[in-house]
């Protein structure tokens, strides 16, 4: 006659939510069960057409995260209620990726209609991106719903600059709730993907007044730079690699080039410079794989900053457009 007691605390120990924070790992297993293969599909074929997606992705979703929160406002085209972000000054002619949460977007829609939110689609999107690049694979509770709105001052003042000293970039993390292990870790997306020269010529000419490049920077690197990017203004635009070693691999070699005075934003090498960030530059530089889970760690608590969830925001049918 204990039987029936026994058998329901059996099935509340077997379905206990799989929770982090407000959200849940198995949050679209009935719903959509499908979606993880459709989102790896769909970032696995942008990338195969541009090898430089995985990085735009994981930007994409760094600037939305950091500003105001993961609710998929990047995302949004302007209205007559707001400004778009994508025109602030950080995502204008920069950012990238939109048509690829779109794409994935619809081809969601056709099977699971009105279910999964378009934050969870960048979300996901952005550990596949990782992990086809040869980064490691970590599991994303999901139940984000995406925002009503955008804030381009948010855009404009939240999402660090590479122009900005270490301890303005240190705040802006810790004001999300992150730490400076964080900032340390998420800077390894630098392992992949491209800088428009504007972000670093300074260092290359006249550096503070002088007639050399910055001492900081590593000289042959310095002189190979001054010929992809030369002393004129046509040159602001172009692309250079952040990490020319191993450009399109999701691995260390960032921190090694940190530790080699190879970092080309003058944001990244002072990582290597100061007190509270340089032990950990250097131990990344060396444990892959101590790089590889904590940055996964990083991106964990970056996709549960400012969430929206129950029945705050919406599940919107198209990315660019508030229902």
């Known amino acids: 006659m204990h039987f029936p007691t026994i058998n329901l605390v059996l099935c509340l120990l077997f379905f206990q939510p799989f929770v982090y924070g407000q959200l849940d790992y198995r949050f679209y297993d009935y719903t959509c069960p499908n979606l993880t293969k459709i989102v790896r599909f769909g970032v696995w074929s942008a990338m195969a057409n541009d090898t430089r997606m995985a990085a735009s992705l994981l930007r994409l979703h760094f600037h939305d995260c950091i500003s105001n929160g993961c609710d998929g406002s990047v995302l949004l085209d302007e209205t007559s209620s707001f400004r778009s972000e994508k025109d602030a000054f950080p995502n204008r002619n920069s950012a990238r990726g939109f048509e690829v949460i779109e794409t994935i977007k619809a081809n969601v829609e056709k099977v699971c209609p009105k279910t999964v939110s378009c934050i969870d689609i960048l979300t996901l999107a952005v550990r596949e991106a990782v992990f086809l690049t040869g980064g490691r ?16 001052t948010a855009a404009n003042t939240e999402i660090p600059s590479p122009f900005e000293s270490l301890d303005n970039i240190i705040a802006k993390f810790t004001s999300k709730g992150l730490n400076i292990k964080d900032v340390v870790a998420l800077s390894g997306a630098h392992t992949i993907g ?32 001054q010929t992809q990017c030369p002393n ?18 999701f691995d260390n070699m960032f921190f090694r080039n940190l530790v080699n005075n190879s970092g080309i934003l003058s ?10 960030t340089t032990d950990m530059v ?20 970056l996709s549960n900053v400012g969430v929206l969830t129950g029945q705050n925001g919406q599940v919107r049918d198209k990315c660019n457009l508030v229902n």
């Open 137 to 152: 694979y970590w599991s994303v509770a999901l139940g984000r719903r995406d925002g009503l709105t955008a804030n381009i």
């Open 194 to 225: 491209f800088v428009q020269c504007f972000a670093f010529k300074f260092r290359l000419f006249n550096f503070s007044g002088s007639s050399s490049p910055d001492p900081s920077l590593d000289v042959s690197l310095a002189t190979n730079l």
């Open 232 to 249: 004129q203004d046509d040159s602001d635009t172009r692309l250079v690699p952040l990490d020319a070693v191993t450009t399109t691999k």
């Open 267 to 276: 944001s990244d090498q002072a990582l290597m410079s100061d007190n509270r």
């Open 282 to 301: 250097i131990n990344y530089s060396k444990y892959p794989f101590l790089f590889a889970k904590d940055f996964a760690d990083s991106m964990v608590k």
